[in-house]
């Protein structure tokens, strides 16, 4: 008999130790805030670079939304009910929960094979990938949640069902249903094929072709000139970039996906609770890998994102230690003229800058926030000859002669 509407309390009651629940909230706030933390800076990031976003980084970005997705709407109701240790919110919202986290979940995966097709055109067979644009991305990222949303909504039209997972603290499909229900069997059949080895079949299949033509153009690019170096280096990037985050993904699934398989086809009654609660741990670290692979490994994102924090930084620092004042310049400007007067001849700096010597010492790096002071260079007289040379790279005590 299905439950009825009604307070959860009654209906939900964790199948775990208290210990082992407090340990898996504990968990879900870590990644909670490092998801939301690394997601929302990758957003920001692509909506700041977003006129040079690239058509295949359009599917980075969408990834990055369904992972936070997934964020915002199961881990502020699955943190508390661990901590609980039963589920503290209605059956309305035990179905609200299983949808987001299918919906959100299928995204990602579906985003990722998208992602992996999208590389292995652009590598493999780059006649047809160079033709690749926006439009294309655009269309194909409607497709990736239209195809989620079908297997999502699924559940909700009576294929297949939503209710309380093993552990009682959350909720994703009833998995026990289909040793009782054809339509739920069919639903989870579907869903299996479908959204887990079709996908993890082409991801595979994608990045064979990928690598296959990377170390065939290995060996060739040994006889070529740099252009083609740069171009074999940029698809090194793209593969392994890619080929982290699928890996991340379906390890972080895969273990899920067993173990409801287990209790869909298998006895139920065998599957520990325990088995649920650490597969469910694992899937929902997959919201990290994204921001984490692409901030930190991605040139782009990661200049962007050094470019952006360099800009917060200048409009912070002047305020602290008003290193732009327009005194300050007008100072830096009349001691620069006066002491450029008492430079000897045979070595003078021979780009005429003026230099300001009382840098704001309360900035950590000249660009962000005080005035910074051009490379200057040295013209150096040796006997009829001169050479041209940067005072950085001259011995203290020389510097010593002309500063």
């Not at 504990?26 to 929302?40: D, H, K, P, R």
């Not at 690749?132 to 195809?147: E, K, M, P, Q, T």
């Not at 080929?243 to 173990?259: E, T």
Request: aromatic share 12%; with cysteine.
């Amino acid at each position: 008999m299905e439950p009825t509407m009604g307070n959860a309390s009654d209906l939900f009651v964790s199948n775990i130790s208290k210990e082992n629940d407090f340990l898996m909230g504990s968990i879900y706030a870590i990644f909670g805030v490092l998801s939301l933390l690394g997601n929302s800076i990758l957003l920001f990031v692509a909506y700041r670079k977003r006129p040079s976003l690239k058509p295949a980084e359009f599917f980075i970005v969408n990834l990055s939304i369904s992972d936070l997705g997934m964020t915002i709407t199961l881990f502020p109701l699955a943190i508390p009910s661990s901590f609980a240790h039963k589920w503290l919110f209605d059956e309305l919202t035990c179905q609200y929960y299983a949808f987001c986290g299918v919906f959100f979940g299928l995204s990602s995966l579906t985003n990722l094979t998208v992602l992996s097709s999208v590389c292995c055109l652009k590598v493999s067979y780059p006649h047809y990938g160079n033709k690749f644009s926006s439009f294309h991305a655009r269309f194909l990222v409607v497709g990736v949640w239209c195809y989620a949303s079908i297997f999502a909504v699924g559940p909700l039209a009576q294929w297949g069902r939503y209710g309380p997972e093993p552990y009682g603290t959350a909720c994703c499909i009833d998995w026990k249903a289909s040793n009782t229900e054809l339509l739920a069997m069919s639903y989870i059949v579907c869903l299996f094929l479908f959204c887990y080895m079709v996908p993890s079949t082409v991801i595979f299949v994608s990045y064979l072709f990928i690598f296959m033509t990377v170390r065939g153009s290995r060996q060739a690019v040994q006889q070529h000139v740099s252009p083609q170096n740069k171009t074999t280096n940029a698809h090194n990037l793209i593969v392994k970039l890619s080929v982290a985050v699928c890996i991340g993904f379906l390890m972080a699934w895969s273990p899920y996906a067993v173990v409801a398989m287990w209790a869909a086809f298998g006895d139920f009654g065998s599957v520990p609770p325990m088995s649920f609660a650490l597969a469910a741990i694992f899937a929902k670290s997959s919201t990290l890998y994204n921001p984490m692979v692409y901030l930190v490994f991605k040139p782009n994102f990661r200049k962007s994102l050094c470019r952006d924090a360099a800009q917060c930084r200048r409009r912070l620092c002047p305020s602290v230690c008003g290193c732009e004042a327009t005194p300050m310049q007008r100072s830096c400007s009349n001691r620069s003229q006066r002491n450029n007067k008492d430079v000897d001849n045979s070595t003078r700096l021979s780009n005429g800058l003026p230099e300001c010597h009382e840098a704001c010492h309360h900035c950590p790096e000249a660009g962000s926030g005080c005035l910074a002071t051009p490379q200057r260079t040295a013209r150096i007289m040796t006997g009829s000859t001169h050479s041209e040379v940067a005072v950085s790279q001259l011995s203290n005590e020389f510097q010593s002669d002309f500063l």
